[in-house]
Structures are given as C-alpha cells and as structure tokens.
T-cell receptor, first 112, second 117 residues
C-alpha cells in the first residue's frame, strides 16, 4: 500500500529565503509525481508534474526533483514571497490501479 | 491543461437530505474519475474510483450506500451524499484522468464545500 509522507508538516520563514519541501513515498511503481498548492478553503492548483522517467521539472521559482529509486521528491522554492504562503501537497498515482495518494502536506508561511 | 469543473461549489443542507455533486471534464473524455474528501486541515483522502459505465470502486471504510457514485458518460460523474449528517460536512474534490502516449495525468476540480446543518 502506497504511503506518502511530507516533511516538514509546517514551516515559517522570512521573505526571501530559499526553502526545500520534502516528499517520500514507499512504492516506487508510480506513473508520476505531482506537486500542488492549496490555499485555505480552496481547491488544488497544480504546480509541477514530474513523469517517472524524468528527474526534475522547473517552473519559475519552483524546481521539483524526483528520485524514484529512493522514493523521494523535493520541491525547491527560491526567493520565497508572502504570496507563497499556502499548503503544498505532493501526490503520486500508482501504476497499479491509478490511485493517487496524497501526502498530508506542508503548511508554509512566509513572513513579510 | 485540461479543465475539470464541479457543481455546486458550495452547498448547505439540512440533516437527512441528499445532496448531489457533479464533476465534469470540460474539454476531454475521462474514462476514470476519482472522488476525494478533505476535512479541515487534513489532506485529501480517496473515497472511490469511478469508471464510465461500471460500478465505482470504494476505498475501505467508505460506505457505498451513503456515497452513491454514478459515471454515466465519459465527461460526467456524480456523487450523491444520501441522508447527509453533520459529520459528512467536508470539502469534496473530484479528478479526472487521461492517458496519452504513455503519459498519465490527473486533473482536479475546484472542489465542493458541503455543510450539513
């Protein structure tokens, strides 16, 4: 059974800091790994999708890496801004059954 | 990217009534749709997997008679919460998946907030 863990559970940083969010998963038989952002009371916003054959994806100040063999992914946020404050979720769909399992998320607060 | 819509975006109902939530893939056909539930400050929990034209597959602990799922077409899945109670109050999110050229991707709807009084 796939389990997805995100560390840290919460993070508070001053504006401008570079930061790393971690995601680990127990079953490496995945199609891809996706990072989402969720603002309070809102739905999911897809940030980055890394296919299982890829090592990383970049979008603006965001960079996500994937090490499938070790079951790990990191989301790197450069030069953090108060607008980055949100909960960040990683999710992995398994190749068997296509079920997507979510981590519990990292709640990020960037102080101005 | 592909768009998935949900309707309604929020609903308030009295205890004992039934509520139907629609999930539509607007610009693509989805053979598989998923329903998730999210309680406050918690992550998304998969409730069921819905395939067009067949019965939904429910996750362990999810009552299939309480959460009725219908996937009648390749673009529409519905979740009906029957005889809703306050403990059913939650944020319900659907997603639709497509596979193209060996690439698999899920697209998520904006969610429906259900409040049962």
């Amino acid at each position: 059974k796939q389990e997805v863990t995100q560390i840290p559970a919460a993070l508070s940083v001053p504006e401008g800091e570079n930061l790393v969010l971690n995601c680990s998963f127990t079953d490496s038989a995945i199609y891809n790994l996706q990072w989402f952002r969720q603002d309070p009371g809102k739905g999911l916003t897809s940030l980055l999708l890394i296919q299982s054959s890829q090592r990383e994806q970049t979008s603006g100040r965001l960079n996500a890496s994937l090490d499938k063999s070790s079951g790990r992914s990191t989301l790197y946020i450069a030069a953090s801004q108060p607008g980055d404050s949100a909960t960040y979720l990683c999710a992995v769909p398994n190749t068997g059954g296509f079920k997507t399992i979510f981590g519990a998320g990292t709640r990020l607060f960037v102080k101005a | 990217g592909a768009v998935v819509s949900q309707h309604p975006s929020w609903v308030i109902c009295k205890s004992g009534t039934s509520v139907k939530i629609e999930c539509r893939s607007l610009d693509f056909q989805a053979t598989t749709m998923f329903w998730y539930r999210q309680f406050p400050k918690q992550s998304l929990m998969l409730m069921a997997t819905s395939n067009e034209g067949s019965k939904a597959t429910y996750e362990q602990g999810v009552e299939k008679d309480k959460f009725l799922i219908n996937h009648a077409s390749l673009t529409l899945s519905t979740l009906t919460v029957t005889s809703a109670h306050p403990e059913d109050s939650s944020f319900y999110i659907c997603s639709a998946s497509i596979t193209s050229g060996g690439v698999y991707e899920q697209f998520f709807g904006p969610g429906t907030r259900l409040t049962v009084l």
